[in-house]
């Protein structure tokens, strides 16, 4: 079984070398004790600590109290696009079933982990439906999958509709992110560039790899907000799991404009050396998109797709780009009107099908049917 190459950072400090300075540390602590006994050490965190926009103190010109510039909303809830069931996992379900969508759970984990609620999004409802849901929801994930990236009542055209609200309501003032990965990457740029592909067949199929950044990588939210820890370990291991069969390549690219709506930030080359870019992020809206699979570092184990890293780095690097679409998610304060239509909604409700066993043998190891 081939494993996925992950490092390992290691302390430069022998045993020995630990030990000493935690005496030390000890020591300085005993001093800190003793000598404050008399006096309070108890620290005081001040609202403006919490809130405020820069990494220390909060404090305007000449030592001013500054209030925050934004109020975040603490309490963000995502939504999960449900797709169409695969002719896999058709085959293998009990016969007389009524199923017609699902969620891999991985995606609702993820999020979770992020620090949002989840509420699943069914395919083929109404219009109403879905202007219910964008009005009560803080951002969207597009998960991968193999659902149909064009065509009427299912995953494409539930995503074109959030799409387009999300676009209007940005373009007023009402932030609403969208985060896609793999399928959701590619149902993006088909978005962007009116229901028509510009993706090329290639072969990613359990790959992984580094991310080559480019040159705009530094300045963009998803990369330039994140700890260099996090942009040492995407660039130096293979850690950004792929599992894809079409490509956006740098030449379709440029050669359809795309660069009128999205940034490149990363590229990467599949089993053949075809290039292709590896994370988008548009340029006037929230909304960012990766080829490669966060979520499967942290939450997936199926042995039928064995190079997936589950090192340290690689749960690290997940959980980042769950954090930053959810941190993404807390400017929005879209919310439902009370309690009871929230938990109506909410993916609590219902229950993860264990498909990952033996018998069944997906790849994922549960997901929501609907």
């Known amino acids: ?23 030390v540390l000890m020591l300085g602590l005993l001093v800190l004790i003793v000598t404050g006994a008399s006096s309070s050490f108890v620290i005081e965190v001040q609202e403006g600590d919490l809130r405020s926009p820069v990494g220390l103190g909060g404090l305007g010109e000449h030592g001013s109290q500054r209030k925050p510039a934004f109020e975040y909303n603490d309490r963000p809830i995502i939504g999960v696009l449900s797709q169409e069931l695969d002719e896999w996992l058709l ?52 998960p991968g999958g193999s659902a149909p990236l064009v065509g009427h009542g299912g995953y494409a055209e539930a995503g074109q509709i959030f799409f387009e609200l999300a676009k209007e309501a940005s373009e007023a003032g009402d932030t609403f992110p969208i985060f896609g990965t793999c399928n959701g990457f590619e149902l993006l740029t088909v978005l962007s ?15 992984a790899s580094p991310l080559h950044m480019l040159r705009a990588a530094p300045e963009s939210h998803v990369y330039g907000l994140a700890p260099p820890d996090v942009m040492r370990e ?25 660069g009128n ?30 080829q490669f699979h966060p979520e499967k570092n942290v939450f997936e184990w199926s042995p039928k797709e064995p190079r997936i890293p589950h090192c340290r780095s690689a749960v690290h690097v997940g959980l980042y780009f769950a954090a930053h679409f959810v941190n993404m998610a807390r400017r929005s304060h879209h919310s439902f009107p009370d309690r009871s239509t929230e938990e109506e909604f909410l993916i609590y409700k219902y229950r993860p099908m264990y498909v990952g066993r033996e018998e069944l043998d997906w790849t994922f190891e549960e997901a929501y049917l609907f």
């Open 234 to 258: 995407l660039q130096e291991e293979r850690i950004s799991i792929n599992f894809h069969h079409f490509c956006l390549t740098p030449a379709n690219f440029t050669r359809y404009g795309m």
């Open 193 to 207: 560039s009116q229901d028509i592909s510009r993706l090329t067949n290639c072969n990613s199929e359990d790959q």
């Open 1 to 23: 079984m081939v494993k996925a190459e992950c490092k390992e950072k290691r302390s430069p400090l022998g045993p020995l070398a630990a030990v000493v300075v935690m005496g």
């Open 91 to 142: 085959s293998r379900l009990p016969p007389g079933h009524n199923y017609t969508a699902y969620i891999a759970s991985s995606y609702v984990k993820w999020v979770e982990a992020g620090g949002a609620r989840a509420v699943p999004i069914m395919i083929g409802q109404t219009r109403a439906y879905y202007n219910q849901m964008f009005s009560s929801l803080n951002g969207l994930l597009l």
């Open 261 to 290: 709506f999205w940034t490149p930030l990363s590229i990467n080359w599949d089993r053949q050396g075809l290039e292709y870019i590896s994370t988008i992020e548009a340029k006037n809206f929230p909304f960012v998109g990766v």
